[in-house]
């Protein structure tokens, strides 16, 4: 079955220092992959998706991405972190065209 | 444009009582889907429509939970005779057409809170 795991519920960061959430996934096939955002009181946004070719992708608010076949994996990585990046974030890969299968989230919490 | 919307923001609601949750998509959107997030955890997909064609309900918890959806527009979430496990955020999404060769960008409204009691 499809499933997606993000193995750190929390994560606690300095302004800015490096950031990387992980990633793992199970799906048979070649995966369309996403990373999105949810800040408090906000609905879900996009950050980056990987659907084929250059394995590295590039998201918006400074954000990427690497997949590795290999691995299952899709960790989400960011050079220098804001207090703004605090928020939820989640990884899924598409069940099908039709649905979207979630991780449980990790939580990101910047100090100044 | 506008996005997606959700009503209400909030629910608050008995146990025992059925509620309704509405979902506008975004205009020319012929796919919607409903997911639901417990609190601590990822989103659970329940339903999926796309145009005029039976709906993938394979997600629905149980016969309690139904959705339905005229054409291209409104859609509504319906559970019956709820129960505390029901608690969560229940958010919709929409895109356009969603074939099997490609796949399109799902767009989400901020979605609506129930608390049953």
């Known amino acids: 079955a499809q499933s997606v795991t993000q193995p750190d519920i929390h994560i606690t960061v300095s302004e800015g220092a490096s950031l990387e959430l992980r990633c793992n996934y199970s799906?048979?096939?070649?995966?369309?992959l996403f990373w999105y955002v949810q800040s408090p009181g906000q609905g879900l946004q996009l950050l980056l998706k990987?659907?084929?070719?250059?394995?590295l992708v590039q998201g918006i608010k400074g954000f990427e991405a690497e997949f590795k076949r290999s691995q299952s994996s899709f960790n989400l990585r960011k050079p220098s972190v804001h207090w703004s990046d605090a928020a939820e974030y989640f990884c899924?890969?598409?069940?099908?065209?039709?649905?979207?299968?979630f991780g449980a989230g990790t939580r990101l919490a910047v100090h100044p | 444009g506008a996005g997606v919307s959700q009503s209400p923001s909030n629910k608050v609601t008995e146990k025992g009582k059925d509620v309704e949750l509405r979902c506008d998509p975004i205009?020319?959107?012929?796919?919607l889907y409903w997911y639901r997030q417990r609190l601590g955890q990822g989103l659970e997909f329940l339903i999926y429509?796309?145009?005029?064609?039976?709906?993938?309900k394979s997600g629905l918890p149980s016969d309690r939970f139904s959705a339905e959806r005229t054409g291209e527009s409104v859609s509504t979430l319906t559970i019956q005779r709820t129960q505390q496990e029901d608690s969560a955020v229940y958010l919709c999404?929409?895109?356009?057409?969603?074939?099997?060769?490609?796949?399109?960008?799902?767009?989400f409204g901020p979605g609506t809170r129930l608390t049953v009691l």
């Open positions: 999404a929409s895109s356009l057409a969603s074939v099997s060769s490609s796949y399109n960008e799902q767009f």
């Open positions: 799906y048979g096939a070649t995966p369309y």
């Open positions: 990987y659907f084929s070719g250059d394995t």
């Open positions: 899924a890969v598409a069940g099908g065209y039709n649905k979207l299968i």
């Open positions: 205009s020319g959107h012929t796919a």
């Open positions: 429509f796309q145009g005029n064609s039976a709906p993938d």
